[in-house]
């Protein structure tokens, strides 16, 4: 059988994953929204719809849980936010979901900021880590440059694994030391994104976790964020 008639008898044997695939062939986008579609294989890795078409991968839908049998497909409806980073076919490195960016970032805190004031229930904590690791995603793209080398991504990757202290010192931190001026700091914290004022930083600010809670996020988030664009740049 060719790719073509496996992915029909695929779509044929699985309801489910019949409406990825159009003439035998896995589709790039969803239809309709045109969102992209991945597809899921066996570690949990994307591929994109390319490299399930491309006869000389080892793509297969049953048998060996290899890397390479396909599970499913998921279409991407939301924004690198929804998937912890972005999505990267684990091949090709093609990219199915946009990472964050400067750009979108104004545009992503607007719509945390407009999530935020629907949820009523929630708690100033998840404030906090919420805007804590939007905060980290945002500075995590600055840590690798155009010009940044395989050789830097593949030891900051092995780094980061292995906690190197030499490679974590590294990775953003401690948010709101306020070491830069246009940088927030925990009284602004608690002004944007409590909406609290002075009296009430004074009283609050030092003495519970809320700030803690912003700091973690934002140091997980940066770190994974950092992690997932090394990775995605070292896919084979
Ligand atoms: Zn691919």
């Known amino acids: 059988m060719n790719r073509r008639e496996e992915l029909t008898a695929a779509a044929e044997a699985n309801a489910g994953f019949a409406p990825a695939?159009?003439?035998g062939i896995a589709q790039k986008f969803a239809w309709p929204g045109g969102y992209p579609i991945g597809y899921i294989v066996d570690d949990g890795e994307t591929l994109c719809a390319d490299c399930v078409n491309d006869p000389s991968n080892p793509v297969h839908f049953e048998g060996d849980r290899d890397g390479w049998l396909i599970w499913g497909f998921q279409v991407y409806e939301g924004s690198a936010e929804d998937y912890d980073g972005a999505v990267v076919c684990a091949h090709c490195g093609a990219v199915l979901v946009e990472p964050c960016s400067p750009e979108n970032d104004?545009?992503?805190?607007?719509?945390a900021?407009?999530?935020?004031?629907?949820?009523?229930s929630d708690s100033d904590e998840?404030?906090?880590?919420?805007?804590?690791?939007?905060?980290?995603?945002?500075?995590?793209?600055?840590y690798f440059d155009g010009n940044t080398d395989r050789a830097t991504y593949a030891r900051t990757l092995r780094g980061i694994e292995e906690g190197?202290?030499?490679i974590l010192d590294t990775l953003p931190s401690a948010p709101l030391s306020g070491e830069w001026a246009d940088e927030p700091t925990p009284a602004?914290?608690?002004?944007?994104?409590?909406?609290?004022?002075?009296a009430e930083y004074d009283e609050r600010g030092e003495s519970d976790d809320l700030l803690t809670a912003y700091e973690e996020a934002f140091s997980t988030a940066a770190a994974d964020a950092i992690?997932?664009?090394?990775r995605a740049q070292l896919a084979p």
């Open 21 to 23: 695939v159009v003439d």
């Open 106 to 111: 104004e545009a992503m805190a607007e719509e």
């Open 113 to 120: 900021q407009r999530t935020t004031d629907r949820d009523p």
């Open 126 to 142: 998840d404030k906090m880590r919420r805007a804590g690791a939007e905060h980290g995603r945002a500075v995590a793209s600055w």
């Open 164 to 166: 190197d202290p030499e």
């Open 188 to 198: 602004s914290v608690f002004r944007d994104v409590l909406e609290a004022d002075e």
């Open 227 to 230: 992690e997932a664009a090394a």
